[in-house]
């Protein structure tokens, strides 16, 4: 039977973006993609490989055994690349325990039932398994915040402030127990914040300029001053493909922009953007308001990315201002269709 690789949450921002750039780069791989469709996944962010020969979606729960066993059973899965997170942080603030349920029991089932397919004993690897790889997407979320000097590495001690962050936290640790314990071939990369086409209506960005286009008031958090590092999502799944494939088994690779801004910033360059191309009789900042600022918001995180550039030889094709370009393009081009 062909081996196929386990995608979970693939019909979310990130994993939806990494399946069609996997499917242009690998012409002869089998993905399953399990997906629950919560309020994050879509499939219409997946219509240009709906009917890939070599592609197959299940809708499900990654903390179903069952259904996980099924797949692992029907499919010879021989790797996985873990997407699958609740991962809005308002969100987490308001309904923490399906943050603790999906992130950290759902991760256990995944390893769990995987350790059971691939391995006879700890250390010991059934056979045609031994290049089998389980692949966890974390955040620099998980690091807590930096003051305004400093940057993420992955020696930073954990400080998850969230219980977003602290639910993957744990998934890190429980990821890393089954490298240390059982000598799982595991690889983690934890990423700064994503940006780009397909990422969901909720999030800062795509916030920004659907409020801008709809004459509503754009709400910045605080004083708009908390600080990201921001990466365009293609330059993240080519990370993550390169991890994949050539990180070395145990280890965390973080993987950043090195595009940090301040969210008032991005407001204002979003709206400069909208005037350009899409001008009306005021500027777009005109709609810019400050809104109370959310519990426990992190003032900057920042990653340093050397590990991934001198290890695996991974470079960002895009800098802010050509991503941010191509982001709002995007988005144009979305809500107008509606």
């Not at 955040?139 to 602290?166: M, R």
């Not at 390169?242 to 910033?265: M, T």
């Not at 899409?278 to 918001?297: A, E, T, W």
Request: hydrophobic share 35%; aromatic share 12%.
């Amino acid at each position: 039977m062909s081996r196929s690789i386990l995608i979970t949450g693939g019909a979310g921002f990130i994993g939806s973006n990494f399946i069609s750039y996997f499917f242009e780069t690998y012409k002869d791989k089998k993905i399953i993609n399990l997906d629950k469709l919560s309020y994050a996944g879509d499939l219409s962010n997946l219509s240009e490989v709906e009917n890939h020969k070599n592609y197959t979606f299940i809708e499900g729960d990654i903390c179903n055994s069952n259904l996980v066993e099924y797949i692992f059973k029907t499919y010879n899965i021989a790797s996985v690349i873990h997407f699958a997170a609740e991962s809005h942080v308002d969100n987490s603030i308001e309904n923490p325990s399906e943050f603790i349920n999906t992130n950290i029991n759902g991760t256990f089932n995944l390893l769990n039932i995987a350790k059971r397919h691939w391995m006879d004993a700890p250390f010991i690897f059934k056979e045609d398994c031994e290049s089998n790889r389980f692949h966890h997407i974390s955040t620099d979320e998980v690091y807590g915040a930096l003051g305004k000097t400093g940057l993420f590495t992955e020696d930073t001690p954990y400080a998850p402030n969230s219980p977003y962050s602290a639910s993957k936290a744990s998934s890190d640790f429980i990821v890393r127990s089954y490298f240390h314990t059982y000598g799982m071939n595991v690889v983690t990369t934890n990423c700064s914040n994503n940006y780009g086409p397909k990422q969901h209506d909720e999030k800062l960005i795509p916030t920004i300029i659907r409020k801008a286009i709809n004459n509503e008031d754009i709400p910045i958090y605080g004083d708009g001053k908390n600080i990201r590092d921001w990466l365009y999502v293609m330059d993240h799944c080519k990370g993550i493909d390169l991890v994949f494939n050539s990180g070395k088994s145990g280890e965390a690779y973080n993987i950043g922009g090195k595009n940090e801004r301040d969210n008032l910033y991005i407001a204002h360059r979003v709206c400069d953007i909208l005037d350009e191309i899409r001008p009306k009789n005021m500027p777009y900042s005109n709609q810019i308001k400050f809104v109370k600022d959310r519990p426990g918001h992190d003032f900057r995180y920042a990653i340093d990315a050397s590990k991934i550039e001198s290890e695996l030889g991974w470079k960002a094709n895009e800098n802010f201002e050509s991503g941010i370009l191509k982001t709002v393009q995007w988005y144009l081009d979305k809500y107008e269709e509606k």
